[in-house]
C-alpha cells in the first residue's frame, strides 16, 4: 500500500471517537530556514502536475503563521533545525544573530539543534541561545538589534538527544522536553519532544568537530528517551529530527510519492510510541503517512527550507488518557504565499538589517600597499594564498598549537586589490572593506569552512607536497600547488618522476630540515582533512591525528589576519622554487 493511499484514510469519518472527546493540539513548525528572513522567492506546488505557487519572505511567513494560530487554544512553534549559519548577507555578516532575533519575534518555542547550529562550535551556540557575548576569539558579536537593544540570545531552547559528550555520552544540551496543553477544565496534558542532530555532522564541511562531541545514531536516544517520557506519563510523544528524507521528483510538498532517505529507515526505528516524526536536513517537501513498526500510520514531514513551507500537524488526544487517537491525526504542508499582507513589525526588523549590512560592508578593514591576487608566477606561487596560508597559520596559533600551515588550491574566488573599492571615494585606494572579505565575497568555500589543526608525520607534508603533480589515467601530469605558510621551504625537480620531485632532506621548517618521523601540527581548512569532501587527490592529510577546531574559520582569519597586520604587503616569494 502506498504512502498516499494511507493518508487518504485519515478523515473524522473513518473512526468512531468523537471530536468532543479529544483534545486539538495543533503542531507548526518550520526547518531549515538558514536565515532567509528577508526578501527571497521560489515556486513550489501542491502536487505533482499542478500550478507552481510564488512563496518566500520572513514578513509573509510570520503572518501565515498568525494566521494558522488564530483561534487555536493548543498551539506549538518549533523547528527542526538548521536555523541559521544563514547564507543572506544581512545575517550572515552579524554571526546569525539577525535570524535569532526574528525567530524570537515570530513566537518560536523550541528548536531541535541542526549541523548548522554547531558550524562554529558549542561556545557558539550557547552565545546563540544565551546571549553570553562569548564564542568568538575576536569578541565581534553581541550587535545591536533592531529594537535598539544589545543581542540577548533565544528566547526558545535547542535541544538533542544524540549529541553528546566523547567518553562520557552525557547529553551536550538537553535531550527532550514536555509542553503541557490546555484540556479544559483547568487540566493540563503533556506532550513530549525528543530531538535528535544528524550522526552525520561531524562528516559536513562546516560543522566538523574532530572532538569532544559525538553525534549518535538517531534511533537508540529517540527511543531511550521516549521509554523515558511513558514513564513519566506522557502518551504523546513527537520526534523532532534534523535528518531528512525526500520522494520522487516532480512530486509536490503534499506528496507522498515514493519516499525514500535515511528517515524512511529510521521510522521502521523508532518505537510505535512516538506519534509523529518532523524532519529536516534534505529541504525536501513532502508530506507522508508511514505505518511504524506496529503497523499504525503516523506523520513523516519535512518541510522544505528557506520559510517556503510551514507544516501542520493536528493530533487530537484522548481528554481523558492523552494518548493521541491516530486515526484522527491530520498532517498538511502550507505554502508560504506572498498573497496575503507582510507583517510590518518584521518588515521593519529587515529593513534595519539591510541598513546595518551597508554600513558593515562598507567599513574598511585593512589597508594593502599593492594588489594580493591568485596570479601563479612561474614557480607556482601567488601572493594572496601565500598570505592564505600564513593568515590560517596566525589563526590557528591563536587557540592552539600549529607548526606549519596550508592553502588548498581552488579555494579563493576573487583578488584582493589597492585599487579603491567601486563605489568608494577616490582616495580609497589601498583600503580593504569588510565586503571584499567577507566569507562567502573571497573564499569559494561558501559560508565559512572551520579551521582544524592536525597531526601528521614530517614524510606526510612530504606527501603531501609530493601531490602537487597529479598524473591521470592518459598519463597526462597536471600541476596544481599548494601554498605553504611562509615558514616552509622547499626545491622541486621537474626532471625527476611524480611522487619523487622533492627531495625530503631540502624541505625547511621554521629554517630547520623536516623530520620524516617527527610530528607536526599542521592546520587547514577542515574538508582537506577527510575524505568525503577533500580536495581531490591530496590524500595526505586523511590520516592525521588528534584533529581539533580552531575557533577561527576560514573567512575569519583572512580578514583578521589583514586587519592585524594592516598595512599588508605581499609576501616575499621563494616559499617554493624550481631546482637550479
Not at 538589534?145 to 538533542?160: M, P, V, W
Not at 574566488?413 to 585599487?419: E, G, I, K, Q, Y
Not at 567601486?422 to 568555500?445: C, H, K, N, Q, W
Amino acid at each position: 500500500m502506498s504512502a498516499a493511499v494511507l493518508l487518504g484514510t485519515l478523515t473524522p469519518a473513518a473512526t468512531a471517537e468523537p471530536l468532543a472527546s479529544t483534545v486539538p493540539v495543533q503542531l507548526l513548525s518550520i526547518t531549515d530556514l538558514h536565515g532567509y528572513f528577508g526578501e527571497y522567492t521560489a515556486t513550489v506546488r501542491p502536487t505533482a502536475g499542478a500550478p507552481a505557487e510564488t512563496v518566500g519572505g520572513g514578513a509573509y511567513l510570520a503572518t501565515h503563521l498568525d494566521r494558522l494560530r488564530e483561534g487555536e487554544r493548543n498551539s506549538i512553534l518549533f523547528s527542526a533545525g538548521d536555523d541559521f549559519s544563514g547564507w543572506p548577507d544581512e545575517t550572515e555578516w552579524f554571526w546569525n544573530e539577525p535570524t535569532v532575533e526574528y525567530l524570537n519575534r515570530i513566537g518560536l518555542d523550541f528548536s531541535t539543534v541542526g549541523n548548522h547550529e554547531m558550524d562554529r562550535g558549542i561556545e557558539f551556540l550557547r552565545h546563540m541561545m544565551d546571549g553570553t557575548c562569548e564564542g568568538r576569539p575576536d569578541d565581534d558579536l553581541c550587535f545591536t538589534d533592531s529594537t535598539g537593544r544589545r543581542f540577548r540570545g533565544a528566547d526558545y531552547e535547542y535541544y538533542s538527544a544524540n549529541m553528546v559528550r566523547e567518553h562520557t555520552a552525557s547529553p551536550v544540551v538537553r535531550p527532550y522536553h514536555v509542553e503541557y496543553v490546555d484540556a479544559g477544565g483547568g487540566r493540563k496534558l503533556p506532550v513530549g519532544f525528543v530531538h535528535t542532530t544528524t550522526s552525520l555532522t561531524s562528516s559536513e564541511q562546516m560543522s566538523y568537530t574532530p572532538r569532544g562531541i559525538e553525534y549518535l545514531p538517531e534511533a537508540g536516544p529517540i527511543n531511550a528517551y521516549a521509554k523515558i517520557l511513558r514513564r513519566q506519563g506522557v502518551s504523546a510523544i513527537v520526534a523532532v529530527v534534523h535528518e531528512g528524507f525526500s520522494q520522487r521528483g516532480g512530486a509536490g510538498y503534499n506528496d507522498c510519492d515514493s519516499p525514500s532517505g535515511p528517515v524512511v529507515e529510521l521510522n521502521e526505528q523508532i518505537d510505535p510510541a512516538v506519534d509523529a516524526i518532523v524532519t529536516g536536513h534534505w529541504h525536501a517537501q513532502v508530506n507522508c503517512m508511514l505505518p511504524d513498526p506496529a503497523g499504525n500510520p503516523r506523520p513523516v514531514v519535512e518541510a522544505g527550507d528557506a520559510g517556503k513551507l510551514i507544516n501542520e500537524i493536528e493530533l487530537r488526544l484522548d481528554a481523558r488518557t492523552g494518548e493521541v487517537v491516530r486515526e484522527l491525526t491530520r498532517s498538511v504542508n502550507h505554502p508560504n504565499t506572498r498573497d496575503v499582507p507582510p507583517d510590518p513589525e518584521i518588515l521593519g526588523m529587515t529593513a534595519y538589517w539591510k541598513e546595518r549590512l551597508a554600513e558593515r560592508a562598507n567599513t574598511p578593514v585593512a589597508t594593502v600597499t599593492e594588489d594580493l591576487t591568485r596570479t601563479r608566477d612561474a614557480a607556482g606561487e601567488s601572493s594572496l594564498y601565500n598570505l592564505t596560508a600564513d593568515a590560517f597559520l596566525w589563526a590557528a596559533r591563536r587557540d592552539g598549537r600549529a607548526d606549519l600551515a596550508v592553502a588548498m588550491p581552488d579555494i579563493l574566488r576573487r583578488d584582493v586589490t589597492h585599487a579603491a573599492a567601486a563605489g568608494s571615494p577616490a582616495d580609497a585606494d589601498g583600503r580593504v572593506l569588510f565586503s571584499e572579505l567577507a566569507v562567502g565575497t573571497v573564499y569559494d568555500s561558501g559560508i565559512g569552512v572551520g579551521l582544524v589543526r592536525g597531526s601528521v608525520k614530517g614524510r606526510q607534508v612530504d606527501e603531501l607536497i609530493e601531490s602537487q603533480w597529479q598524473r591521470a589515467a592518459d598519463g597526462s601530469v597536471t600541476f596544481r600547488p599548494l601554498a605553504f605558510s611562509g615558514n616552509v621551504r622547499y626545491t622541486y625537480d621537474l626532471a625527476k618522476p611524480v611522487g619523487s620531485r622533492v627531495d625530503p632532506g631540502d624541505v625547511r621548517l621554521d629554517g630547520r630540515p623536516l623530520r620524516p618521523n617527527a610530528d607536526y601540527r599542521i592546520a587547514t581548512l577542515a574538508n582537506n582533512f577527510f575524505a568525503k569532501n577533500a580536495t581531490p587527490s591530496f590524500t595526505a592529510l586523511f590520516t592525521a591525528r588528534n584533529q581539533d577546531r580552531s575557533s577561527f574559520n576560514g573567512g575569519d582569519a583572512l580578514w583578521r589576519y589583514l586587519e592585524a597586520r594592516s598595512p599588508v604587503s605581499a609576501p616575499e616569494p621563494g616559499r617554493m622554487a624550481p631546482a637550479s
